[in-house]
């Protein structure tokens, strides 16, 4: 126990000599979820519409009128000829541009099926599926607007069979994507933090040299590890306080679920980061090798197999493999089911044995590669 406070005491001492250092690990997580938090969203709003009204009648403008009355359609121009669009296109001063038939008012009036062309900027799929998702709204909502006129000037009563979808959002009832990305914001950049920060202790000793004085001290290779652990834990357990303040204040993440929970999460988080950090340090031989192999296992797999912005039940199935070696896979799971679902631990439970088990990994094979050194 002695020996494990003079590691845990020393790596204190390391820490503070190096302010900067400290406070990019508690700061500098935090001022990224503000970068990331407002620079990031899947909301699709204000998409750049032009419009070519062959038709020019009241009826065509009363349908565009109809179109613009929201946030996801600006209007941007009008054209007066069909030439026109492809320069409006191809230089992005419009993502849309709608096409309204002559004879649309004829065609309404005789109750015929009106064909209204928009042509979509594909570059940016996500944006092009929205947009025509968002006019195939508009269209079934003008069709039963016509439809209910129409018979109400027949004298018959404008009531429609129409089976309409009600749907009831949970969790996230106004669709923020905000509340959608923080959580997995969290688990990235703690994630970063902790491998970063622990990746770098015990081939500091080796480049100080100074791991030789360890080697003929007493001190045991799980005592090492854990002494240099400890501290980054309660490092980053500061950070994770700081990141869920700034979350509520900024982006109104508030924690539905068990606090009490969610500190247990993040617990078997750390053992298996800080644990991935320590193994990375006692595989490499200067802090700079260290660094670029703990950006590289840490940031990259996070944004692109945790489930952050790409579901894992969308790649292929070798990828879908990997992703079971990801720790944040399991952090951004169970955060997001305790701060958006009040998810109890009977749902969250696999999650927190998958991170046990890759911890318990990570700081055996440091433990055995230490051992080897030490």
């Not at 109750?111 to 062309?117: A, D, F, L």
């Not at 009831?168 to 923080?182: E, K």
């Not at 703990?294 to 912005?309: E, K, Q, W």
Request: charged share 15%; hydrophobic share 55%.
């Amino acid at each position: 126990m002695k020996r494990f406070f003079a590691i845990f005491k020393k790596e204190f001492r390391q820490i503070r000599r190096d302010p900067l250092s400290l406070g990019v690990l508690i700061f500098i997580p935090a001022l990224l979820l503000i970068l990331y938090g407002y620079a990031l969203s899947f909301d699709v709003k204000h998409i750049r519409t032009a419009v070519l009204d062959f038709d020019r009648t009241q009826d065509s403008r009363f349908l565009l009128d109809s179109l613009f009355q929201n946030p996801y359609f600006d209007r941007v121009g009008t054209l007066a000829t069909l030439r026109e669009a492809d320069g409006w296109l191809n230089t992005g001063q419009a993502r849309v541009v709608l096409v309204v038939p002559r004879g649309y008012s004829a065609r309404l009036a005789r109750g015929e099926t009106i064909r209204i062309q928009a042509l979509v900027d594909g570059t940016d799929a996500n944006t092009a599926s929205a947009t025509v998702g968002y006019l195939d709204a508009l269209a079934d909502r003008m069709t039963r607007q016509v439809q209910v006129e129409a018979l109400a000037r027949s004298g018959r009563p404008a009531i429609l069979p129409v089976i309409l979808p009600e749907p009831r959002v949970w969790f996230n009832a106004d669709l923020n994507s905000a509340r959608f990305l923080i959580p997995g914001l969290i688990g990235m950049l703690l994630m970063l933090s902790a491998v970063v920060a622990t990746s770098l202790s015990i081939v500091r000793e080796k480049e100080r040299e100074t791991i030789e004085q360890m080697m003929v001290s007493p001190i045991r290779p799980e005592e090492l590890i854990l002494g240099k652990t400890l501290p980054y834990i309660l490092i980053c357990l500061a950070t994770m306080v700081i990141i869920l303040v700034v979350g509520y204040t900024l982006f109104g993440i508030v924690i539905r679920g068990s606090f009490l929970l969610l500190a247990l999460a993040t617990l078997f988080f750390l053992f298996a980061a800080l644990g991935m950090g320590i193994l990375i340090s006692a595989i490499t031989r200067s802090q700079q090798v260290a660094f670029q192999i703990a950006v590289i296992t840490s940031l990259l797999p996070s944004i692109v197999l945790s489930g952050l912005i790409f579901p894992i039940q969308n790649m292929p199935p070798p990828i879908q493999a990997v992703t079971f070696l990801i720790i944040p896979r399991y952090f951004i799971t169970v955060l997001r089911g305790i701060i958006l679902k009040d998810a109890p631990f009977s749902v969250i439970w696999p999650n927190l044995a998958a991170m046990l088990a890759l911890g318990i990994l990570f700081n055996l094979l440091a433990v055995r590669i230490t051992r080897k050194a030490v």
